[in-house]
């Protein structure tokens, strides 16, 4: 009985040995982040908002990146999907009005313009349930980057290196809030977003030559530009992220009339979704950078 206790023990010693046992070494994973995909807007700003619920919902329907979770899904990537409506507040969008563009047109951090330019939510500061709205977003917007940022930083800390691809989608005509350059660009298949530090020529081509060789219209740039990296690694231009944003033209895969799936969204899914295997081996052995 002592024997198998002593035993016992030393197994007890060295079982932190054994998880590892046969195991291959942690791989580096991608980082996929999907901002603008969900429709969810809490109570606290729906007061906020001041068009007719059917107009509300043509909004949502027409600015919502629809069912990218779901295409940009992929079980072996890191993935941090922003959990609020970008009605509610867009983590896209810089802080800084400086540095941000589209706080002119009241679509910064915190919309208050429709894409029309209509009014979508009063001025926050016109009341002290506007200020509260209005904090509870920047809370939001902060909390969804500390999440991000944390991704990124888990990634370098054990490999040195981190990749980020940026999910979204886009409308399949030019809608009213952008760019007046953008009513005379091509509005392709497939929209890749670079940008020229942070987007390394082999990741851009690759991705370029895959999706060409699925049959679809590639456009850089075009009709929207550039890849999030968070902060701090933005301004520190820290060359050991690399970041490429991938658009999908809605009409592949959705009626955007009525935001319903097409039949060929699984095709489309599983395009995009070959893409993301593809990029994270290529990540994996060092040929992407």
């Not at 023990?9 to 054994?18: E, H, I, R, S």
Request: glycine letters at 6%.
């Amino acid at each position: 009985m002592k024997s198998w206790q002593r035993i016992a023990t030393a197994v007890q010693k060295v079982k932190w040995y054994l998880p590892a046992y046969g195991k291959a070494p942690e791989q580096p994973r991608i980082i996929v982040h999907i901002p603008h995909s969900s429709t969810k807007i809490p109570k606290l700003f729906q007061k906020e908002f001041l068009p007719e619920k059917e107009k509300l919902r043509s909004e949502l329907l027409c600015m919502t990146d629809w069912y990218t979770d779901e295409l940009f899904s992929c079980p072996d990537c890191l993935t941090v999907v922003h959990q609020y409506s970008r009605l509610v507040c867009d983590p896209e969008r810089f802080l800084d009005p400086e540095e941000e563009i589209m706080w002119r047109k009241g679509m910064g951090m915190y919309y208050t313009r429709m894409s029309d330019g209509g009014r979508l939510k009063r001025d926050p500061l016109s009341s002290p349930e506007g200020l509260r709205a209005y904090g509870r977003a920047l809370q939001i917007y902060r909390r969804h980057h500390s999440r991000l940022t944390e991704a990124v930083r888990r990634q370098l800390s054990r490999f040195d290196r981190a990749l980020l691809i940026d999910g979204h989608s886009f409308s399949e005509t030019v809608l009213p809030y952008e760019p007046k350059e953008s009513f005379h660009l091509v509005r392709p298949e497939i929209c890749l977003g670079a940008d020229p530090y942070f987007t390394p020529d082999l990741l851009l081509n690759a991705a370029k030559a895959y999706f060409t060789k699925a049959g679809l219209e590639v456009a850089v740039n075009t009709p929207f530009a550039g890849a999030i990296v968070p902060e701090p690694f933005y301004s520190q231009r820290d060359k050991r992220v690399r970041s490429l944003m991938i658009e999908v033209n809605r009409s592949l895969y959705m009626d955007e009339k009525t935001g319903k799936k097409k039949e060929t969204f699984e095709e489309v899914k599983e395009v995009v979704q070959g893409f993301l295997k593809r990029a994270e081996s290529g990540f994996r052995q060092g040929i992407l950078e």
